[in-house]
Each structure stands twice: as structure tokens, then as C-alpha cells.
């Protein structure tokens, strides 16, 4: 009797083993299931306007090939293997789904939006089931003095991958899908009309322009929200002065970039526009780069001569390659910028753009590189590179008491007096 129930027994358990790993198999199917539908729907079903499914080829491909691979040899996989998928599936269904969580708040679902919602839930449900895979099929056979440091090491190791891969992977996912999705109030101090105008890539690019007084005029960028104070002092001035959402932000077509990869195309329309109107002397624009808008302005500047002058403010670097070439870096910074850089390329289907200590020594243009005593840790070396590099006239302004892009507010005053100066310089020939 007990020499065939023990196998009889022995089977059963096997049985029931597996049927929980087919019913947790295609519980993950499923959810990896959706999250490949949401990455298919955003990179090629439904791009966003001005671009196409080609714009996004790789940016599909690659996390779409990884989901089809999980899906397929999940069932084969030992258990911490297994679980391991579950918990960076639900990473990746949580990531993807913040884009429609962001646009779904500011300005109702539509489009994609609806596959990303459909990854909340397979979020949690990955999550529940990498939880229980782990505690299931946990492994209780070795030794006491062994098990304990293993599970601090497999923890470790995790949170290790965490800050220097996963962390990095997701900023640049948001960066690269989630912008301001609304035109913010207009305070500009001034009568503007609303103005619309094409990149060399085809997209349209919505914004507004001031009327100049004086014949020259001036870009605030990026965008319509951050730039209004530079815009409405340059105004009280005379300057005309363009605001308009880049791409992919407010009102704007294409993919957004808060990194401002190809960013720079947008100023070069920007210039092409300005050079039509009737009010401004072609020879005579310039323009105010906040941040990764002042990284552009320098890229434009490098590219083209149509800028005449330009004020950087808060500019440091896009990239693993400017990390590098501002100083080099601590090893953890150039591992976790690097993991950035490299998933930007992957979500934008781009190369990184040239470190811009490269490009400072090809701007013609007048340039002034302002910078918070207490901004961002790489400001002051990168303002400083760049000031040493600068071939054309420069002037460098390190702004007391301001933190990142708060020059105008740490000093109104003498912000003012030192802009309007440069641009009354560089631009109208004025002493």
C-alpha cells in the first residue's frame, strides 16, 4: 500500500506544480501581451502628428522583439528566472503607461492613450504574480549560513540594476514621451498674434510673436510657459520676440525631446520665420536659451550664421559625450548618463548630439553664458568650458544667490540691465 501511494503522491504533486506554472504563464502572457500592444499602438499604429511609423522603427522593434521572446520561452524558465521577467515586465508596463497617465490628466485620453491605460492593470498584475513566483518556488534546501547573505546579495544586486539601469531607462522614456500638453495663459505684457511655421523635417510648429519696435528680435525658448519673463523684458525693450511650443509640446507636431535632441531644427525654422517678417532686419536676430534650450541655441548657432547673438542661461550638457567633456565625470555618473543616453537613442530612433564644448569654438554669433551660483553641479565647469572655447565675442555671468534658470528672479535688475545691453550691443550696434 505505501510503496504505491508514495508515487502516486509524487505525481499529483508534480501535476499541481504545473498547472500553477501554466496558470501563471498565462497570466504573464497576457499582461506582457498588452504592454507589446501599447509599445505597437504608440511607435506605429498611432504616432504622434507630423511623424510617421518609420520616425520610430528601432523605438518598436527592439521592446517589442524582448515582450514576443518573454512570451514564448516564459514556460521553460526556472522559477527565479521566471519571476525576474514578471518583475521587470510590471517595470516596464508601469513606465510605459506614465505617458498616458500625463496627457490623460492634462488634457483627456485619445489615441495611444488607451493601450497605456491598459498597462496599469498589467502592471499590477505582473507585479502580484512576480511576488507570489518568488515566494512560491523560493528555494529552502541549502543551508542557513548560505540562504541569508544570498538573498542580501540577489537584493543588492538588484537595487544596484536599479539606480544605474532602470532609474536612467525611465527618465529617458519620459523625457522622450511626455511634455507639457496644453498653451499655458499668455503674460506677455504686450500685443502678440499667434504664428505658425515649418521645421526642415516637416512638422508645424505653433506659437506667438511680438511686433518689434526697433528692428531686431529676439527667441525665447523653449516653449511658451517658462520663457515668458525673458520675453515680456525684451518686449519693454522694443525687440520683437518669438515664443512658440517646440516639438511635440503644447500646441506643436512631432516627438518630444525635454533633452533637445534635434531641438536646434526648431530654432533654424524659428529664424526662417523671422526673416519673413516685415518688422525684422534678417540681419539682425538673436535669441534666449533657457537650459536644454540654451544647449540648443548653441547647436543652432553652430550650425547656421542667421543667429546674430545669443544668451545661454543654465546650459550644460545632453548627453554621455558632454558628461565627458565637461571634466569627465565620476564613474557612476558616466555609467548612469551613458544607460540615459543610450535608451534616448533607442526611444527617439537618434544619435546623441555633438558634446557642445565641440560646437561653442563654430558659433559666429555674440554669445553670453549666464549660470546660478547655486544651479545644477555641472553649470559653472561646463559655462566656464564653454566661455574658453567661445571664438567669436563672449561674456560670461555667474548670477549670485540663483539657483538653475532663476537669474531673472535672483537679480530682476541687474538681469535686465545685462541683456538688454548685450542684445542692444550685438544686435543695434549700440554702445
Known amino acids: 500500500m505505501t510503496a504505491i501511494a508514495t508515487p502516486l503522491l509524487h505525481r499529483s504533486g508534480l501535476s499541481a506544480a504545473a498547472a500553477v506554472v501554466r496558470t501563471e504563464a498565462a497570466l504573464v502572457r497576457s499582461a506582457l501581451g498588452v504592454v507589446a500592444l501599447h509599445v505597437a499602438d504608440d511607435s506605429w499604429l498611432q504616432p504622434n502628428p507630423g511623424t510617421t511609423a518609420g520616425d520610430h522603427l528601432l523605438g518598436g522593434l527592439v521592446p517589442v522583439l524582448l515582450l514576443v521572446a518573454a512570451i514564448v520561452f516564459y514556460p521553460r524558465l526556472r522559477a527565479g528566472v521566471r519571476a525576474t521577467i514578471a ?13 498616458a497617465i500625463h496627457y490623460t490628466r492634462a488634457v483627456g485620453p485619445s489615441g495611444d492613450d488607451f493601450t497605456g491605460l491598459l498597462c496599469i492593470p498589467a502592471c499590477l498584475l505582473l507585479v502580484g504574480v512576480g511576488i507570489r513566483t518568488l515566494w512560491t518556488f523560493r528555494r529552502r534546501d541549502d543551508s542557513r549560513w548560505w540562504r541569508y547573505p544570498r538573498r542580501l546579495l540577489v537584493a543588492g544586486t538588484a537595487a544596484v540594476i536599479t539606480g544605474f539601469v532602470l532609474f536612467p531607462i525611465s527618465i529617458a522614456y519620459v523625457v522622450t514621451h511626455a ?33 518689434s519696435e526697433n528692428g531686431a528680435a529676439v527667441i525665447s525658448f523653449p516653449g511658451r510657459a517658462g520663457s515668458q519673463s525673458r520675453a515680456k523684458m525684451l518686449a519693454d525693450h522694443g525687440y520683437g ?29 524659428a529664424v526662417a520665420y523671422l526673416q519673413t517678417r516685415p518688422d525684422v532686419d534678417p540681419e539682425r536676430i538673436g535669441g534666449v536659451g533657457l537650459s536644454v534650450g540654451g544647449e540648443m541655441m548653441i547647436e543652432a548657432a553652430a550650425e547656421s550664421t542667421a543667429l546674430k547673438a545669443i544668451v545661454t542661461e543654465g546650459a550644460s550638457g545632453r548627453s554621455v559625450r558632454d558628461v565627458r567633456a565637461n571634466e569627465g565625470g565620476s564613474w557612476d555618473e558616466l555609467l548612469s548618463t551613458g544607460v540615459l543616453t543610450a535608451a534616448t537613442a533607442l ?7 555633438a558634446p557642445l564644448e565641440s560646437l561653442v569654438p563654430k558659433m559666429s554669433a555674440a554669445a553670453f553664458f549666464i549660470y546660478g551660483e547655486n544651479g545644477q553641479p555641472a553649470e559653472e565647469g561646463a559655462n566656464v568650458g564653454f566661455y574658453r572655447a567661445t571664438r567669436s565675442p563672449r561674456q560670461i555671468w555667474e548670477v549670485p544667490g540663483s539657483g538653475h534658470m532663476k537669474g531673472i528672479e535672483a537679480q530682476p535688475e541687474e538681469y535686465e540691465r545685462r541683456i538688454a545691453a548685450f542684445f542692444d550691443r550685438t544686435l543695434r550696434g549700440r554702445a
Open 347 to 353: 526611444f527617439t530612433d537618434n544619435v546623441a548630439p
Open 241 to 269: 520676440v518669438l515664443l512658440f511650443d517646440r516639438r511635440g509640446e503644447g500646441e506643436s507636431e512631432g516627438d518630444p525631446n525635454l533633452l533637445g535632441w534635434q531641438g536646434e531644427r526648431d530654432i533654424h525654422a
Open 179 to 211: 511634455l507639457r500638453a496644453h498653451v499655458p495663459a499668455a503674460n506677455l505684457g504686450a500685443p502678440y498674434e499667434n504664428v505658425e511655421f515649418r521645421t526642415s523635417d516637416g512638422l508645424l510648429l505653433k506659437g506667438w510673436y511680438i511686433r
Open 87 to 99: 518583475l521587470t515586465g510590471a517595470f516596464f508596463a508601469g513606465l510605459v503607461s506614465t505617458e
